[in-house]
């Protein structure tokens, strides 16, 4: 019964996680599948006592999330430089071109240096061409934000959003939890922040539950 209490903690672990990272929607049923055959396999033959292996996760490309791109746009306005930056950026990332869309983000933040969405997408483009890590470059990007617009959403929502994409759950969470916290009360995306935020403590709760079943196993 172990074994399945920690199954389930996974399932539910996961359906946050691919919410929370912007996996696209039309996959989830792929996703769904490959936890259904996780679990009949684990019927058939699981061995809950056996020592487990680390998974490589499959890499995601060329997909972006438009519930992300909803926000950033709300964030930093739309239809001014930045945002057609923003825009060249995305379609490089749908192409499949990674590292052109970060270089595109160079250029924009050398032509716009005082600009905090600029700074801030520049991490994420940095972040995913370096297959979702955070690197000290993309770090930089980051923290420049921060330093340009210290009380505006933005940037924190979008370096926590980097740092669960990496898998980094608990370092994301006071970002997250700053970036409620700097969003006006009447802001269109703030519900939007809100709802993160709890899942992300509830998946920061399950994995608490997990690792707790695995030290009393």
């Known amino acids: 019964m172990m074994g399945w209490a920690m199954f389930g903690l996974l ?17 989830w049923t792929l996703a769904a599948t490959a936890l ?44 001014n430089y930045t945002w057609a930056s923003f825009t060249r950026a995305d379609a490089m990332t749908r192409a499949g071109a990674p590292d052109t869309a970060a270089r595109a983000m160079i250029l924009t933040v050398r032509e716009a240096n005082g600009d905090a969405g600029a700074w801030a997408w520049l991490g994420i483009k940095l972040a995913e061409n370096d297959g979702n890590q955070v690197s000290p470059a993309a770090k930089y990007a980051f923290d420049r934000a921060i330093q340009l617009a210290p009380q505006h959403p933005g940037p924190p929502f979008f370096y926590g959003l980097a740092l669960i994409r990496e898998g980094r759950y608990a370092e994301a969470r006071p970002y997250w939890a700053k970036a409620v916290e700097l969003t006006p009360a009447k802001a269109s995306y703030r519900d939007k922040l809100l709802v993160r935020l709890f899942l992300l403590d509830r998946l920061l709760e399950a994995k608490a539950a997990q690792e707790k079943a695995s030290r009393v196993k």
Do not use: C, S
């Open 11 to 27: 399932a539910v672990g996961a359906g946050l996680l691919l919410w929370l990272t912007g996996f696209p929607r039309k996959l």
């Open 36 to 79: 259904m055959l996780g679990a009949a396999g684990y019927a058939w033959q699981g061995h809950p006592g056996v020592a487990g292996h680390p998974v490589i996760a499959a890499k995601k490309g060329g997909e972006i999330d438009p519930e992300v791109v909803e926000i950033r746009n709300a964030m930093f306005g739309r239809f």
